[in-house]
């Protein structure tokens, strides 16, 4: 079993920046691609960007590319997302993701990750 606990988020002016944390536990975080995905209110959940067992693959939605950066450090079990030059339309609430990979690849499929964590708030102001 696989527990991620995200924090980072908060409140933050438009043009602001947050970087959000996902700390995982388990032995070894480089089995598993990561994701973070997140959901607004009255709308579905949404892919983010993900990034693969290595850190060499990584995949951003269309809505994010440029503004937001997916990282991670294994040796601290933790992935980080890094946002700037936030929006209104990027307040949600933001999901990290783990997906018991095999090979260094990753995906924006929801359905493929194994396990989720409980998200954190992230509100941006105009």
């Known amino acids: 079993q696989v527990q991620l606990v995200e924090s980072g988020g908060g409140l933050v002016q438009a043009g602001g920046s947050l970087r959000l944390s996902c700390a995982a536990s388990?032995?070894?975080?480089?089995?598993?691609?990561m994701g973070w995905f997140r959901q607004a209110p009255g709308k579905e959940r949404e892919f983010v960007a993900a990034i693969s067992r290595t850190g060499g693959s990584t995949y951003y939605a269309d809505s994010v590319k440029g503004r937001f950066t997916i990282s991670r450090d294994n040796a601290k079990n933790t992935v980080y997302l890094q946002m700037n030059s936030l929006k209104p339309e990027d307040t949600a609430v933001y999901y990290c993701?783990?997906?018991?990979?095999?090979?260094?690849?990753?995906?924006?499929?929801?359905?493929?990750?194994?396990?989720w964590g409980q998200g954190t708030q992230v509100t941006v102001s105009s």
């Open positions: 993701a783990a997906d018991r990979s095999w090979s260094d690849s990753v995906t924006r499929l929801a359905i493929q990750y194994d396990y």
């Open positions: 388990v032995r070894t975080l480089s089995n598993y691609a």
